[in-house]
């Protein structure tokens, strides 16, 4: 299996434009999380899904965050409008199964606002 | 609240040595634990994990924890660490969710 695929590796934007990471899930896998990685704040859970449901978003920071996952091998994490605060590394990771099952994580996004 | 605490920010242990990461956790109940390895640039990797039974988990890589209930611990060990150990490790607790600690970075001197 490719192992969890996102997009894009790196992303340089302005301050007020739309970002949008894109992730794909190992295929079968019906958990779907979405991290934050940041040296202050080190690594958070901003939401998960589990057969495309939204289970949890109680970690998304705020309105201008929105995730969505249409299908079972698509999922999207948009942040509007993008703030240099947001500047992070944005993994996203799947499991078959939930509680205690291995998650796998893809390499991340890096975004940088400027 | 439930939380996860890796008490050691960076710790740096001279090749050859052992190794030992300490994470504690705090939850309603015993949750699934974790284990995660980051090598720089790269996403985490599973190195063990613990549901139920044997309180000591053996994972990849020579690394090996214990849980232990009443101190709410499960540690991270390595009777001898290789230069290729250095990176940054992360306990992860999970009720349905995963949640991370802080990171613990590690430094192998020669």
């Known amino acids: 299996d490719a192992g969890v695929i996102q997009s894009p590796r790196h992303e340089v934007t302005e301050m007020g434009q739309e970002v949008t990471l894109r992730c794909k899930p190992i295929?079968?896998?019906?958990?779907l999380f979405w991290y934050r990685q940041t040296m202050m704040r080190g690594l958070e859970l901003l939401i998960y899904?589990?057969?495309?449901?939204?289970?949890?978003d109680s970690g998304m920071p705020e309105d201008r965050f929105s995730a969505k996952m249409p299908n079972a091998s698509f999922s999207t994490l948009k942040i509007q409008p993008s703030e240099p605060r947001d500047s992070a590394v944005y993994f996203c990771?799947?499991?078959?199964?939930?509680?205690?099952?291995?998650?796998?994580f893809g390499e991340g996004s890096w975004l940088t606002v400027v | 609240a439930q939380s996860v605490t890796q008490p050691d920010i960076h710790i740096t242990v001279s090749e050859g040595a052992s190794l030992e990461l300490r994470c504690n956790y705090s939850?309603?109940?015993?949750?699934?634990l974790f284990w995660y390895v980051q090598s720089p640039g790269q996403g985490l990797q599973l190195l063990l994990k613990?549901?139920?039974?044997?309180?000591l988990v053996q994972g990849i890589k020579g690394f090996e924890a214990e849980f232990k209930r009443s101190q709410s611990s499960f540690n991270l060990r390595k009777p001898s660490v290789h230069w290729s150990d250095a990176a940054e490790y992360f306990c992860?607790?999970?009720?349905?969710?995963?949640?991370f600690g802080a990171g613990t970075r590690l430094t192998v001197k020669p």
């Open positions: 992860a607790v999970g009720l349905g969710d995963m949640r």
């Open positions: 295929s079968g896998h019906d958990y």
């Open positions: 899904f589990n057969n495309n449901v939204p289970i949890d």
């Open positions: 990771a799947s499991s078959l199964g939930g509680a205690g099952n291995t998650i796998y």
């Open positions: 613990y549901f139920s039974g044997d309180t």
């Open positions: 939850y309603g109940a015993t949750p699934y």
